[in-house]
Structure formats: C-alpha cells, structure tokens
C-alpha cells in the first residue's frame, strides 16, 4: 500500500471515530435531559381536575385554556382545589396571575380533617373542624402589603413563619396584572420560595412533614363582583 493511500485511510478512520464520540456525547446528552424531565410530575394536565378535589369554602374552578381559574363568590369561607396525593420533600413550580382585589396562596403540606380534630400547637391544644383546610401556605398578597411569597400558617397557629417586611428585593418582584412564577422547595424541616427568580422565604419549621397541595381562593365577604386566580404549569418534582 502506498503511503499516500495508508494516510487517506487513516484520515477517514479518524474522521469516523470522531464522528462517533460526537454521536455518542449527543446521545448522552438527550438522555440526561430525558432523564431529568421524566423526573417531574404534571400535576394538572392542561384540560382537566383530575386528581384534585375542592375543600373548605364554594369558590368555583373551572378549566380554561390550559389554566386553572379560580372565582370568587360571596360569603362563602376560603376555598381550596386540592391534590388528592399527599407529598413529603419536593420541589413545586407553577406559574400563576391574580386579580388586584383578591388574595390567595398556594398550600403545601397541608390537611382537612372529617371530623372536628384536637392537634397540639406549641404545647397548647385546639380542636381543628372538619372541613377546614390547614397547613403551611405560601401566600399570594397583590396588596400594597406585597408579601407575595411568604410562609403563613393557614387556619391552624395564624401566623407569619416567614413575611417579606425585610425583604425589599422578593416584595418587587411581584408583577401586577401578569403572570409570577413560584419555585417552592420542602427538605425536611426546610421550606424555600423564590418569586420570579428572587429568593423569598428560608425558614425552618417541623409541625408538619406530608400533605397535600391546595391552590386557594380567599374568602371576600359579601363582595358580589367576581374576582379571579389563574394558575398554569403546575408541575413537581419529589426529592
């Protein structure tokens, strides 16, 4: 064999082996990112409730658009739409949009009991009713108060784990009349939020470690002009 020929045919294995490694590297690549995805789950499948149920109070939701719509009615308790899976540790993303004159939330690790239930809270007992959804809530405030991303303890100790009064930064970023996007992270004892990309609360807290998700309608009195919540993109990932 000519040497001009052995190097013609070493060139072309070489080109064919490079090819091959980029082959092989792509398809890695694909595959990692398959992976990742497959690890989330689509809480809400764009035209349907299956696999929520409504709690507490008579706010209506209805599908629309590839969006859950929550509406407002009058004097009625706040309402919830409710997974019917509970979830320990994860990470919880949805984008959602809320009128200017109606607060709302999101609940994570929370609960409803059938009948009236005594629960210890800091060393001190209350009975919970049936019917009322209780639990951590990260919550939706459009106010000028902007607390928009904040831990509240809904119907069960009252109060504030984590506000935004220190914490100009998440309190802007809050988009009025526009679609926010939420990042919530449960580990344990951890709860994280991030609103539009800014971090909001990181607290620690160990009353409760499972439940389920709950997108909220506040009560609004005898206010008879419907307002709404919209949320879209409700997707989870389990740690």
Request: aromatic share 10%.
């Amino acid at each position: 064999m000519t040497e001009r020929r052995a190097g013609y045919i070493s060139q072309q294995h070489m080109k064919k082996s490079v090819g091959l490694a980029i082959l092989a590297a792509m398809n890695l690549l694909v595959s990692c990112a398959t992976n990742t995805h497959s690890n989330w789950i689509a809480l809400f499948d764009g035209k349907t409730l299956n696999g929520w149920i409504q709690k507490g109070g008579k706010a209506k939701f209805r599908v629309e658009d590839g969006q859950i719509i929550g509406t407002s009615v009058p004097n009625t308790a706040n309402s919830f739409l409710c997974t019917t899976r509970e979830f320990s540790n994860f990470i919880l993303e949805l984008d959602f949009r809320v009128d200017e004159e109606l607060n709302s939330g999101v609940q994570i690790r929370s609960h409803c009991f059938d009948t009236p239930t005594t629960v210890s809270l800091n060393g001190k007992e209350k009975i919970i009713p049936a019917g009322i959804v209780h639990g951590y809530q990260v919550e939706i405030d459009p106010s000028s108060r902007a607390w928009t991303g904040g831990l509240y303890d809904e119907s069960r100790r009252g109060f504030y784990l984590n506000d935004l009064k220190n914490n100009e930064p998440a309190r802007k970023a809050f988009q009025h009349n526009a679609w926010n996007h939420f990042r919530i992270e449960c580990r344990d004892d951890s709860f994280k939020t991030w609103l539009n990309d800014v971090p909001a609360t990181n607290c620690k807290d160990d009353m409760t470690r499972s439940g389920f998700i709950g997108l909220q309608v506040h009560g609004v009195g005898n206010k008879e002009i419907p307002m709404e919540v919209r949320f879209r993109n409700i997707r989870l990932k389990e740690l």
